[in-house]
Nanobody, 127 residues
Framework: QVQLVESGGGLVQAGGSLRLSCTAS????????MGWFRQAPGKEREFVAA????????NYVDSVKGRFTVSRDNAKNTVYLQMNSLKPEDTALYYC????????????????????WGQGTQVTVSS
């Protein structure tokens, strides 16, 4: 059974940085594309960043381009989200998602493209 566990969230001042991690278990024979989403109170879940299995292709929502970087270490079954220059509007519960399939260079930006989700890690940015 696939399980995703996020970590690295916390409280940070505006302009600060955090690095989120998402470690997958039960994916030994799969080569998932991964994504990060976030959900603020009263809002829908929003795409943040995605990365292909190969790690060669990434995609970001416009509001985080130039500030966030998604990466992965397949040997550790872990995907990262480095968040710099954080803003109060980045405050949300951050989730990682996994889409199982063939190894490749595809990434996915829609929540319903993902089959598995973690429980989320809270990021709070104070002004």
């Amino acid at each position: 059974q696939v399980q995703l566990v996020e970590s690295g969230g916390g409280l940070v001042q505006a302009g600060g940085s955090l690095r989120l991690s998402c470690t997958a278990s039960g994916v030994t024979s799969s080569k998932p594309a991964m994504g990060w989403f976030r959900q603020a109170p009263g809002k829908e879940r929003e795409f943040v960043a995605a990365i292909s299995w190969s790690g060669t292709r990434t995609n970001y929502v416009d509001s985080v381009k130039g500030r966030f970087t998604v990466s992965r270490d397949n040997a550790k079954n872990t995907v990262y989200l480095q968040m710099n220059s954080l803003k109060p509007e980045d405050t949300a519960l951050y989730y990682c998602g996994a889409r199982m399939g063939l190894a490749g260079t595809s990434y996915y930006t829609a929540a319903n493209d993902y089959s598995y989700w973690g429980q989320g890690t809270q990021v709070t940015v104070s002004s």
